[in-house]
Every structure is written in C-alpha cells, then in structure tokens.
C-alpha cells in the first residue's frame, strides 16, 4: 500500500462494519398484499423482525451501521411497537365500557395521587399540550368521573379530583386490563420480566436527564 493510500485511510478513521446479512425475501405473489397489508396493520407498521431489513435497504445508497447501532435500532423499534401495540388492544377491549386508554391514562393518574392534580401537571406527565388536556378533564368532568374546582392559593389553577362514578370506572378498566396483562405476560418467566422492568426504568431515567 502506498502512503497516500495510508493517509487517506488513516484520515478517515474505523469504518463501520456491515449490517449482518438478513435472509432474502421471499417473493410476492399479488395474492399475497392483502396478508401483507394485514400484517402491517396489525403490528402498527411491520414486524420487528423486519427491522434489520429494513434498515439495510435505509443503508442501500450508501452508509452502514455497525453491531451496536443494529441493536440500538431494534431495541428501541421493539418497544415503539410494542407500546402501539398494547394500546391498540387495550383501546379494543375497554370500548365497550365506553373507553379508551387516553381517558383511562388521565382517571387513573387522578384517582391514584394523593392530592388533586392540575391539568398543567397532568399535561406535563402524559406529555400532551394543554388545550389536549383541558379538552379530556371537560370531557371527564361532563361524564361526571371526575370534579374540577378552583384552587384555593392559586384561583388561576384548577384542580381536577376523582368522583366515585370516576373510581367505579378506574377499577373496571384495572380489572380488564389486568386479564390482558395476564394474557400478554404469562409464558415469560417472572425473573425475565423483573430484568425487563429494570431495564425499562434505566432507559426511562436516561430519557429524563437528555429532555
């Protein structure tokens, strides 16, 4: 090697390795799209198997990602698809109570604090804008599950606390979401599922300290 070539080389530093070969395709045949725009839907856009595929066909024109980056990228795919996922199924089976899972968010955080909550610390906790929320609590309110009042210090805070019309509907929907968790989680070992959990909340306090 001449060095030139040993300059430039060195200039650019390591290179990245190669995504892992993924298997091929198989190819479709046009009795297949309506089972793959099924599967699309129904994984809330594709399987997370699909991911190391995909990302190499991101790569195609040029780049690469090395082992790590691959399992950044499925690890935090994986949980974006399982989080729409969860919310999907659970949207379906509380409907025909009349809910849903962003009402049930909002109850729950209401019924299970110790004090009344503002509708700015409930926005700021399920992470929507403010008129989203005020829009949910009258909605709430109108539903009489929960009561909205003026503070006492501040009068431009209101106050947002849980009526027992609210209390009823919290458990109702624990008690359907609790046989879907049970469901969802019964063949994974309890040991797995307590590494899971820790793992969670470290991503979870390093979110916190990078927003």
Not at 51 to 74: E, I, K, M, T
Not at 98 to 106: D, F, I, L, P, V
Request: aromatic fraction near 4%; charged fraction near 30%.
């Amino acid at each position: 090697m001449d060095k030139a070539s040993s300059r430039s080389r060195h200039r650019r530093g390591p290179q990245s390795a190669p995504l892992p070969e993924s298997p091929a395709p198989r190819r479709r045949k046009a009795s297949d799209k309506a089972d793959h725009s099924a599967d699309v839907a129904a994984y809330g856009g594709f399987p997370t198997d699909l991911a190391q595929r995909h990302l190499r066909n991101f790569y195609r024109n040029g780049g690469s990602a090395d082992a790590r980056d691959l399992l950044n990228f499925r690890t935090t795919r994986a949980l974006v698809v399982a989080a729409r996922r969860w919310r999907k199924l659970a949207n379906d089976r509380i409907k025909d109570i009349g809910q849903n899972m962003a009402r049930w968010e909002t109850l729950y955080l209401i019924a299970a604090h110790e004090e009344p909550l503002s509708q700015g610390e409930l926005a700021l906790v399920i992470g929507v804008e403010g008129p989203t929320m005020v829009s949910m609590l009258n909605s709430l309110a109108r539903d009489g599950l929960i009561e909205r009042h003026q503070s006492s210090v501040d009068r431009r805070v209101t106050l947002n606390r849980i009526t027992e019309t609210g209390w009823q509907a919290t458990r109702d929907i624990m008690g359907i979401t609790n046989a879907l968790r049970g469901d969802v989680l019964r063949d994974i070992d309890p040991d797995k599922l307590a590494v899971t959990l820790e793992v969670l909340e470290s991503i979870h306090a390093r979110l916190n300290e990078l927003c």
